[in-house]
């Protein structure tokens, strides 16, 4: 859409607002009325023309045929489109016989809207338009809204159109909508944050989107194609992809049949979305409402092409039991297979953290992927999403197993990274992902990174956050950039465009955990034993409760009960019900009262001798509790030993077991650890002075780290070169190593830009101060 006539558009329909609605409504409520008068005006329009043969229909039916229910197919053809209006009246018609009566015309208008369609219903449902009308009709602006709307300098409707002066006003497209629509919000909400993620997608983007998954297999296409969207908004992606592989004029002109399908989340986008369905004559019903993460409206079915701009940086946790029960996956949209670090393949978690769920609607995509067992050309998507997708999530999290699960199943083909300030209310950095599963030969285990961040026109005048575009001729060049599959780096008139070409490889690592020894001294002192009085989690409120009610706390502390939730109230201490539970029960308190006497009970068997190998301090409280015959469970002893030991880097080693390792048991160890019987040591299994016989240490978690190693390194060739040098008694934990991947554009793409030399900043610094100085005197007249 021209920028000019978008503005004249978008001025013309905020006019109405501030002329007819402001004292009627609060700014930010605007929306409430203008977004769904200018889709009723969009639709009213188109029926104006055949108004009377809908009409003749409607009698034929009622009186000549005597039908009890109307026949739907007939009306629609009368109408010409797949909706209708059986009312008598046209919001023209409902303008010019308008009297002074506010009620007559409510009730006119009500009559009007009842008249339509069950699909515009719908629409008229989604934007709750009827208790608009009786408000505007109420406080007596009603007949004025309905004035401005019917104007005929304004031209809401498809089709080209003249005003009275004979000046041509452009018809207004499904994206040309989505233009104002995007417009409209922002200004609505100017004074208000707008939700986070959802961000209209520019005109230039779509055909950019559109050119690199339609292009590379024009000569392909089917005769029947289907288009999907799981995040459609107003509909601008499908329509668009639709016109370009349909437009006589372009490269492709399809000659097949084009379906389009979407879900989308906010009711007045969805409205909107379905009533340009409903223009364009495509089938409404294959637009849902609703969370796309939340039901699968689509399951069983599979798409030739998917576009979308999902929302980032957006919570999903509405949708998360929808999704998981606990920590299991309950849809299997969001379960991958993947293999670990030994090739057993096993079921991963798929699913993001909750604060961001834009790459749960990629994974709906591929979920939706057509095989190429029954598709020539499989599925093309692109999706686009912010620098988060690329790199967040730990190896072994949700959003490093998409990324992996995407990259070695030779999914990903290429990503594009977008200029900055190129969205309407966003100025963060975006990429276009490319997926297929029908990749040409010489792209197959390959993928392309384009960086086109530099490629871009600036605006005469910003429109929100956005302040450039991208112009035809960088869109050609990025798909000449594409479809070249070259390292290159050049220049276009000024601007930077770069690509480089990875193995799918290249993006993945193994986390591999660096263990240190536990070392640990250990003292049978009064102040680390009473430390055992009290649960850790609980440790303050259960201290005050102590002081509060003495020995009670372990007769009856539950009869305190609400003294105790009173004090957690005031004190802002936020406890779980676990926990709560915990604090007041009997056990609790007779669990650590008996722990603090066995502390003290050791201690005097074994004295306050402070012990510099842990080793030897467990044997002999080991040899108390045998002869003692005290009665403790292995987690209650490890917490009296926990309680009263400490790290200290000089202490002896804490050795965890020691065992025979021979024969057939020591090949499948080597084995599992591809390594000889001399390296043992790397990995954590230590040699004594006997035959076969091997120490294993305690790991200390807080020593623990961990290394990403490149999946083309050897992790002990790694560890032998990096790790080993630096601290002499550390193992690779190889049990506990994951595969993650992720993909640094800064890094693949960074340009060293040399510092300045010093005596370049001293001469600045000297220019400065002569300006400065000159500038002083000449205010102080001197």
Same mark, same amino acid.
């Given at each position: ?144 809204? =309905? &004035? ?49 993620? +959802? ?68 009711? &007045? ?46 919570? !999903? ?93 030779? =999914? ?9 300030? =190129? ?120 201290? !005050? ?6 020995? +009670? ?33 009997? #056990? ?33 409280? #080991? ?156 205010? =102080?007249?001197?």
């Amino acid at each position: 859409m021209n920028q000019a006539v978008h503005n004249r558009l978008v001025s013309f329909i905020w006019s109405i607002a501030d002329d007819c609605l402001r004292d009627v409504y609060v700014r930010g409520k605007y929306r409430d009325v203008i977004l769904p008068m200018v889709v009723l005006r969009r639709l009213d329009a188109l029926l104006e023309p055949t108004k009377d043969a809908v009409l003749e229909e409607l009698k034929f039916q009622k009186e000549e045929a005597g039908f009890t229910e109307l026949d739907d197919m007939g009306l629609r053809d009368a109408s010409g489109y797949v909706f209708y209006n059986t009312s008598k009246w046209t919001l023209q018609k409902l303008y010019d016989t308008a009297t002074n009566s506010a009620q007559i015309l409510e009730a006119n208008f009500t009559e009007y809207l009842n008249g339509f369609s069950s699909n515009v219903i719908e629409i008229i449902d989604k934007f709750k338009l009827k208790a608009q009308i009786k408000h505007m009709a109420d406080k007596d602006v009603l007949l004025d809204v =309905l &004035e401005k709307f019917t104007s005929s300098y304004i031209n809401l409707t498809d089709k080209e159109a003249f005003d009275p002066d004979g000046k041509k006003l452009p018809p207004l497209t499904n994206l040309g909508m989505g233009y104002v629509f995007e417009e409209l919000i922002r200004k609505f909400n100017e004074d208000n944050n707008e939700e986070a993620g +959802e961000h209209f997608t520019p005109r230039e983007v779509i055909d950019l989107m559109t050119h690199i998954v339609f292009d590379p297999i024009k000569d392909n296409l089917s005769s029947v194609m289907t288009i999907y969207d799981p995040a459609c908004g107003s509909g601008g992606m499908l329509t668009e992809s639709q016109n370009f592989i349909k437009d006589e004029d372009g490269e492709i002109r399809a000659r097949g049949d084009v379906y389009l399908y979407g879900k989308e989340i906010n009711d &007045e986008t969805y409205a909107i979305c379905k009533s340009d369905m409903m223009i364009k004559g495509n089938n409404p019903e294959n637009i849902k409402n609703g969370s796309t993460l939340a039901v699968d409206d689509f399951s069983h079915v599979k798409f030739d092409f998917m576009l979308s701009n999902p929302p980032y940086g957006k919570s !999903w946790s509405s949708d998360q039991k929808y999704i998981k029960d606990g920590k299991e996956i309950i849809d299997p949209r969001f379960i991958v297979r993947l293999k670990d670090y030994w090739g057993d393949e096993n079921e991963a978690d798929a699913t993001p953290r909750s604060s961001d769920g834009q790459l749960l609607f990629l994974m709906e995509m591929v979920n939706k992927m057509k095989p190429t067992s029954s598709s020539a050309i499989g599925s093309r998507i692109a999706s686009v999403h912010n620098g988060s997708s690329l790199f967040t999530g730990d190896a072994g999290g949700g959003e490093s197993n998409i990324r992996r699960y995407i990259i070695e199943n030779n =999914l990903l083909d290429a990503i594009i990274q977008l200029p900055n300030n =190129l969205f309407y209310n966003t100025g963060i950095t975006t990429y276009i992902w490319l997926l297929s599963n029908n990749k040409a030969e010489h792209r197959r285990g390959k993928v392309q990174l384009i960086d086109a961040n530099d490629l871009y026109s600036k605006l005469r005048k910003n429109l929100g956050d956005k302040n450039c575009e991208l112009e035809p001729k960088h869109i050609s060049k990025i798909m000449e950039v594409y479809e070249k599959f070259e390292q290159t780096d050049e220049n276009v008139d000024g601007k930077k465009i770069a690509s480089k070409i990875f193995d799918n490889s290249d993006f993945g690592y193994y986390k591999v955990n660096i263990e240190r020894p536990k070392r640990l001294k250990a003292q049978f002192r009064d102040e680390l034993i009473e430390t055992l009085r009290f649960d850790k989690t609980l440790e303050e409120p259960m201290r !005050w409760c102590l002081e509060e009610f003495g020995d +009670e706390c372990y007769i009856d502390i539950s009869k305190h009960k609400k003294a105790i939730e009173e004090y957690l109230d005031k004190e802002d201490i936020s406890l779980n019900a676990k926990q709560k539970k915990a604090l007041t029960s009997k #056990d609790t308190w007779a669990k650590h009262k008996m722990l603090l006497e066995t502390g003290y009970m050791l201690k005097d068997k074994i004295g306050d001798f402070e012990y510099d190998d842990f080793n030897i301090f467990k044997a002999d409280v #080991d040899e108390v509790i045998k002869k003692e015959k005290i009665k403790l469970s292995a987690s209650e002893k490890n917490m009296i030993l926990n309680a009263v030991s400490w790290y200290d880097e000089n202490a002896a080693k804490v050795i965890k077991k020691v065992s025979k390792i021979s024969g057939e048991k020591l090949e499948k160890l080597l084995d599992h650890l591809g390594c000889q019987k001399e390296q043992l040591a790397d990995f954590g299994y230590y040699a004594t002075d006997k035959k076969d016989e091997f120490t294993e240490y305690e790991s200390d978690t807080d020593l623990r780290d961990s290394e990403n190693i490149p999946l083309k390194d050897n992790i002990h060739e790694y560890f032998l070169k990096e790790v080993r040098p630096h601290v002499e008694e550390a193992w690779i934990n190889l049990d506990s190593t994951k595969i993650g991947y992720e993909i640094s554009f800064n890094k693949y793409f960074y340009t060293h830009k040399p510092l300045r030399t010093l005596e370049e900043v001293a001469k600045d610094i000297l220019e400065l101060e002569e300006a400065s100085e000159g500038l002083i005197k000449e205010i =102080l007249g001197v």
